[in-house]
C-alpha cells in the first residue's frame, strides 16, 4: 500500500518543504488520492482551484501533508466528491468561482455564487446573473406527517446569515440542509496581486474571531515558502497571542453553550471572564483581538511590562474563579439533561470528514496540529490533547473545559520562557516565485493555508481554509433525530464560521 510519502515522489515534485510538499499528477493519479481518500487511508485537508488548475492538500498519520496538483485543465477535471463526499462543497465551489466542471459530482447545485454573479463567473468577481431568481433546490424527505421549517438567512441576533431548511415530523429533526454563502467577501481574490502587508491583513479578517490563527498561518505559510524565520520573541509572542484567543472563544461558547439551554448564569459568569482576556490583550498588545499585532516576518508589537502583568492577573482570575464553574455546570440537572446524548457526531463521521478542534476531539479523534505539526514553539511546551468519544453537545463542553485549563498552561509556558531579542525581521526580497503552506491549530480547529508568491513579492494565488468545511456538514447529520428546540444548542456547540467557510 503506497503511503503519501511514497505517491508525492511519484508525481513531478514543484515545492518540497516543511511542513509539505507538492507534486503534480495525471488524471489517473488524481483519481487514486481520491479513492485512498475514500478508503479512509489519508484525510482531506483542502481542495481549491485556479483556472486551469485543482489542488488538494492531504494528511496521513502521524504527519505527513502533501499537496497533488492537477494541472492544465480544459473545463472539466475528474470528481474527488464522487469518491469521497466531505469533497462536495469544496468542487461546488471551485465551479463557482473557476467555472471547472467536477465531472460525475453528485450534487450539481451551486453553493457561494447566489444566483446573481452569472454562470461560472470569475474569482473575485460579480456580474449580472442570467439565473438571478432561480430557486434554490433543497433536498426533500418524503413520509405522512413531515413539513418544512425554513430558518434564516436572517437571524434575530448579530451571528452572519445562514438559511437552515428543517424537515420534521412533529418536534422531531429528520433532515436538515444548511444554505451558506450569504457572506461572500471576494477574499481570495482581493488577496490577487496583492502586496504580501495586504495579503496578510486580509488574512486576518477571513473569521474576525480567528483573527490571530489566520494571521499565524499566513504568515508562517509566507515565510515557509521563502525559507527564512523569524526571530524566536516573535514566534513566542504569536502562540502568546493564539492562546490568548482561544482562552476567549472558548470561555464565550461554553456560556453561550448553556444559554442555548436556558441556563443564563453561566453565560454571564463565563462573559466575565472572555471580557477580562480581551483587556488583557489590549493592555498587551493594543487591540482586544489582536488584529494586525502578527505580520510577516514578526509581530508588530512587544510584550512590555503592562501588558505581562495584565496577562498574570487574568489567568491567575480565571484559575480561581474557572473550577466553581465547571462545578456548576456539572452538577446542575436541567443542564446535563439538555446536554448529554444531543447532537451526537459519530467517530466515524468525524474521521471521514477530518473534523478537527474541539468537534472531532469530543468524537474522538485527537487531531491537534500544534500536536501533530509541532510548528514553534509548540514543540517546546507541554500540553495535553483532551479527548472524549461520546459526541454530544456535553463532549463538545467538555473539550472546551479542558482546552481552557490547557491554555492558561501554555500561557505561563509562554511567559516563563519567553525569550529576548527583535520582533521583527524585514522580509527578504524574493527574485523567484515560490510557494509555502501552513497547518495551525485555531480555536475551531485546524486552518490551512496555501499561497503562491510572484517575484516581485505579491501574492499570486492564496487559498485559506476553515475547519467550518468540514464541521458544517456534519452538523446537519448530528442534529437529525434531535428535537427542533434543541438546534441551537447543538449548533452552538459546534459554532461553525459562515465566514470562514465563504471566502
Not at 299 to 307: F, H, I, P, Q, W
Amino acid at each position: 500500500m503506497t503511503t503519501l510519502a511514497e505517491f508525492l515522489l511519484e508525481g513531478q515534485l514543484v515545492e518540497q518543504h516543511r511542513p509539505f510538499a507538492r507534486t503534480v499528477v495525471d488524471e489517473a493519479g488524481w483519481i487514486a488520492a481520491a479513492e485512498a481518500l475514500a478508503a479512509g487511508r489519508w484525510t482531506l485537508l483542502g481542495l481549491w482551484g485556479e483556472a486551469t488548475s485543482v489542488h488538494m492538500a492531504l494528511f496521513e498519520e502521524p504527519g505527513t501533508i502533501g499537496v497533488v496538483s492537477l494541472q492544465g485543465l480544459s473545463g472539466s477535471y475528474p470528481s474527488v466528491a464522487r469518491h469521497h463526499l466531505p469533497a462536495l462543497r469544496l468542487e461546488r465551489t471551485i465551479r463557482d468561482l473557476f467555472g471547472l466542471e467536477p465531472v460525475g459530482l453528485p450534487d450539481p447545485r451551486p453553493w457561494v455564487d447566489h444566483g446573481r454573479w452569472g454562470i461560472h463567473a470569475p474569482i473575485g468577481e460579480a456580474g449580472p446573473g442570467s439565473d438571478t431568481g432561480r430557486a434554490y433546490a433543497f433536498l426533500s424527505a418524503e413520509g405522512e406527517g413531515l413539513h418544512q421549517v425554513a430558518v434564516g438567512p436572517v437571524h434575530a441576533g448579530i451571528i452572519e446569515p445562514g438559511h437552515f431548511r428543517f424537515t420534521v415530523n412533529g418536534e422531531t429533526i429528520v433532515r436538515l440542509e444548511a444554505r451558506l454563502g450569504y457572506v461572500h467577501k471576494g477574499i481570495e481574490g482581493l488577496m490577487a496581486g496583492a502586496d504580501i502587508g495586504r495579503a496578510e491583513q486580509l488574512a486576518g479578517r477571513t473569521s474576525g474571531d480567528s483573527t490571530v490563527a489566520y494571521s499565524l498561518a499566513f504568515a508562517n505559510a509566507l515565510e515557509a515558502a521563502i525559507g527564512f524565520e523569524v526571530p524566536p520573541r516573535a514566534v513566542w509572542l504569536r502562540a502568546l497571542m493564539a492562546e490568548l484567543e482561544r482562552l476567549a472563544n472558548h470561555l464565550g461558547d461554553i456560556g453561550a453553550i448553556c444559554n442555548d439551554a436556558a441556563f443564563a448564569l453561566m453565560l454571564a459568569h463565563c462573559g466575565v471572564l472572555r471580557e477580562n482576556v480581551l483587556r488583557a490583550a489590549d493592555t498587551a498588545f493594543g487591540h482586544r483581538l489582536m488584529r494586525d499585532r502578527i505580520a510577516p516576518g514578526g509581530v508588530t508589537v512587544d510584550l512590555e511590562g503592562a501588558g505581562l502583568a495584565a496577562i498574570r492577573q487574568v489567568v491567575a482570575d480565571i484559575r480561581r474563579r474557572f473550577p466553581p464553574l465547571v462545578e456548576l455546570y456539572e452538577n446542575t440537572a436541567s443542564l446535563q439533561d439538555r446536554t448529554v446524548t444531543t447532537g451526537v457526531l459519530t467517530p466515524g463521521l468525524a474521521r471521514q470528514y477530518g473534523t478537527g478542534g474541539y468537534a472531532g476531539r469530543a468524537s474522538g479523534r485527537s487531531f491537534d496540529a500544534r500536536h501533530v505539526v509541532r510548528y514553534a514553539p509548540y514543540d517546546r511546551l507541554i500540553f495535553d490533547v483532551p479527548v472524549f468519544a461520546e459526541g454530544d453537545v456535553n463532549a463538545r463542553v467538555w473539550v472546551r473545559i479542558r482546552e481552557v485549563e490547557q491554555s492558561l498552561s501554555m500561557v505561563d509556558q509562554l511567559l516563563d520562557l519567553l525569550p529576548d531579542g527583535p520582533t521583527a525581521v524585514p522580509v527578504p526580497d524574493l527574485g523567484r516565485t515560490c510557494e509555502g503552506a501552513a497547518l495551525v491549530e485555531g480555536f475551531r480547529g485546524d486552518i490551512f493555508v496555501w499561497l503562491r508568491l510572484s517575484a516581485d513579492g505579491t501574492v499570486e494565488r492564496c487559498h485559506l481554509r476553515d475547519p467550518s468545511w468540514f464541521q458544517w456538514p456534519v452538523v446537519e447529520v448530528a442534529i437529525e433525530g434531535n428535537i427542533v428546540a434543541d438546534f441551537p444548542l447543538c449548533n452552538k456547540s459546534f459554532n461553525c464560521s459562515y465566514s470562514g467557510s465563504d471566502l
